[in-house]
């Protein structure tokens, strides 16, 4: 055992070793050998300790993996319903001519299919975000590896996103953009998942519309749009590069505020896509050269500055399609919208009411200007001033007037600049002409200081080339204007005040407003339809009705009364003691039943008052009752848009419901044309239709519109001017339009005193449907069957021969198998204490009592009868 003690650094003997294993139970063939078995069976032993460890902990590795996956992946949303995917995209509206008018998003989105998406777009955003996009199952391991470094590097404090094109896909349509281990883990099954459900392709389609990329553009065709006001197929390889650039800080990439780092960012995409084949060398090369040009930057012009303003017309076609299809759907619905509106007409019906409105306002010379300053400070040079005069708040869209700043004042002239219009070197002035029309004014001075903003309007040049100047200001009063085709209800031209940027609320649909004499045709309307006719007999006398309130004492706007009267020259004169007599005749249920059924009111309230128009009511009802007037008393239903198609291009909804009997054939007979077939309903008889609007066409030739309106076509109409003049109308049609105007403060006082329908609102309806006119033609009112022609005296109601000529002999319309009953009076059975005297024919305008028939005989009608041949109350 002398081994045992041996000196560790010397080896014992060969002998003593053997003899010490031999101790140890050990037999060597040969000594080295076996020491070298025993070697290598530590070896062994040792690695296999290794590997059993590296194997337990991949298990377990792999376990807690398998683990994690199955507790975070039990209650992900469900990623199939992204093969359903439907973004909120921009609803547009076009005009008949096809043309973008206005659009509403609360996400502006143009979706488009995978297929419409250009190759070089694909590259582009393929090779900013995700290389290996076509190659990966939804991850990309290198990524990830390189995010968890730097995650485990800074201790947390920094995650660096190192998501696929699937996983942002799954992060914006599922999850939550927290950046946090468990949403990246999340996020990387989802991907999985998402890979295993759809097409790479759709899910490139899914990415590419739904990736935000700054100025509210979602999606790379509306911000192709935003940034370059181009379609994806005319964007070049440093534009789509740019657009590639931008999701991960589009703020970051503002094309104006960071366009050194843009530029830069650019062209890492670039070099990125040259890298990856999708553009070759000498394009690289050629577009890293070129500066970022964009919208912002002011070197394209705007989308939005193509668009016209956006104005009354369209503004109402989103509240009433937000209320038949739910804001959600008409904002985010992708819809495709087509407007009836005219747009040439639509320019001359906003012409006609502002100079009606501006007239108004000029004449009566206050000033109150548009109460907006900029400060003086900022007015030392030209760039300053047009910065501050760019930021003011002011309407810009009425045609013709521009912005202006005043810059300086001095005796006589006041200094402006004005917005869009290149300064010259001596400036541009407004003089003391320019000012004339204000009351108290004499110069510029008086009015303006430095630093108010106005409107001004450019009138032209002077001999020696400097502009004319004159000083403008939207009108405190204000009113409405609507036209529509009478036989398909399409709403051709509205405008709802004087400004849409000034004021939204639309004076045409949602002003309610006393309507005054207009109403009355829906009382001589229901008292044709019931055995009345145009020659009927009303006493004209003064009424005194008890309210239980008070009495009421009706007038006639000419505090005159005339005795017994046609109805004809009482609507054309628009007689309200006539009109009051005639409703007590008839009924007020039954007038209000009739009010209701052309859709004036919902509930009228069957008041005495309210045959004169003293409910109040929209122009946007009047004026689609009156269609029903023109069109012989058809339904009709006013509409401001022909077609709804959805974002995949299906119609939900189209306003013409006539039935085309033979559209469908391949062909017609040329002498033939398409048969169309009219479902309208019936809300008055055809009759009666043609006796109302031949009482109204005498309204416009010598009635109250008689010296304002003068068409090269026939056409009627009805004033209307409600007590004190609060509220002034006009109701008028031709054959194929009907149009209306109403004016009146939007906090309702006198306009004053000379102020009426026929005077303020008939010439807007003259200058518009002059217009109107030219363009869609007009023609005599059709005469229905079932009626014949019998001339009388308009201002008696005396029957005359049939060859009878002269200036008060009218041919009226009598419905056939009803016997026109002559000399009977009515009164509406209200009492008359006393015989009153009666205005004379001279006095009506009347020359003589005494027509000339056609073979030159000459026929006296008789005398009106005075109140001393009648007796009060009952049927005459």
Known sequence: MQGRNCDIGNPPPVATRRAFDRGLGYTYRSGSVQWGVALIRFVLSFFGAIFSLVTISLVMGAMTVGAIFYVYGRDLPDHEQLSQYRPATISRIYSV??????????????????EEVPELIKGAFISAEDKNFYTHQGFDLRGIAAAGYEAIATRGETIRGASTIPQQVVKNFLLSSDRSAERKIKELILSVRLENTLTKDKILELYLNEIFLGQNSYGVTAAAQTYFNKSLSELNAGEAAYLAALPKAPSTLHPVRAIERATDRRNFVLREMFENGYIDGETFATEREKPLMTVQNGDYEGFKQQLPPRDYFTDEIRRQLSQDFGEGEFFAGGLTIRATADPELQVVAADALRAALEKYDRDRGNWQGTEVKVDPARLGSETEWREALGAADIPRDIAG??????LSVSNSLARVGIEDVDEDEDGHYLNAASVEWVRGARVPGDILSVGDVVHVRLEG??????VVLSLRQIPEVQGGFMAMDVNTGRVLAMQGGFSYQDSVFNRATQATRQPGSSFKPFVYAAALDRGFSPASIIVDAPIEIDTGAGIWRPQNASNKFYGPTPLRTGIEFSRNLMTVRLAQEVGMDTIAAYAEEFGVYDNMQPYLANSLGSEETTLYKIVAAYAMFANGGERVEPTLVDRVQDRWGSTIYRHDQRICENCELASLNPTFSPEITSNRTRVMDAVTAYQLTSMLEGVVTRGTASSRINLPVPAAGKTGTTNDSRDVWFV???SNIVAGCYIGFDQPRSLGSGVYGGNTCAPVFQQFMEEAVEKYGGGPFEVPPGGEFIKIDRFTGAPLPLDAQGPHVVAEFFRKGAEPVFGLTYDGGFAMGANLPLFTAEELGRQDAVVTTSTGEQ?????????????SGGLY
């Open 732 to 734: 008028g049609f031709t």
């Open 461 to 466: 040049e002077t001999d020696d080339g400097s």
């Open 97 to 114: 001519e096809g043309q973008i008018v206005d659009e509403f998003a609360t996400e502006r989105r143009l979706y488009t299919p995978i």
């Open 859 to 871: 026929v006296v009608v008789p005398k009106r009868a005075d109140f001393g041949t009648l007796s």
């Open 401 to 406: 007037w521009k912005p202006a700043v005043v």
